[in-house]
């Protein structure tokens, strides 16, 4: 083998290794972009597990108030503040404050 020869190999090697380079960094930009999508869709599918577990929820109670007596009726009572017959409803409020303090 002479230089010449050896001179070639190093460059066709210089050469695979700059084109494996060149490879790597066109397809890092894509490689973190793919990264970030996972990790964006990761959160995603934790929201919709939490969103379908309150729809769920939801529909427990609109089914509930549509067939269960008992929770129409709590609803009655705590909502509109209504009471069977004979029963005495008690409501408490908030005080009003006077703007007019005396002394002044």
Not at 3 to 18: E, G, H, N, S, Y
Not at 48 to 64: C, G, H, M, Q, V
Request: charged letters at 25%; one cysteine or more; glycine letters at 4%.
């Amino acid at each position: 083998m002479n230089i010449w020869d050896k001179l070639t190999q190093a460059v066709l090697c210089l050469l695979f290794i700059a084109a494996v380079l060149a490879v790597c960094e066109w397809y890092l930009p894509l490689i973190r972009q793919n990264e970030r999508m996972r990790k964006e869709m990761l959160c995603l599918d934790g929201q919709t597990e939490r969103e379908e577990e309150l729809n769920k929820s939801l529909r427990a109670s609109i089914d509930a108030s549509h067939t269960d007596p008992k929770t129409v009726e709590r609803l009655a009572r705590t909502h509109l503040g209504y009471a069977r017959t004979g029963e005495i409803v008690i409501r408490f409020e908030a005080p009003l404050i006077s703007t007019n303090q005396p002394g002044r």
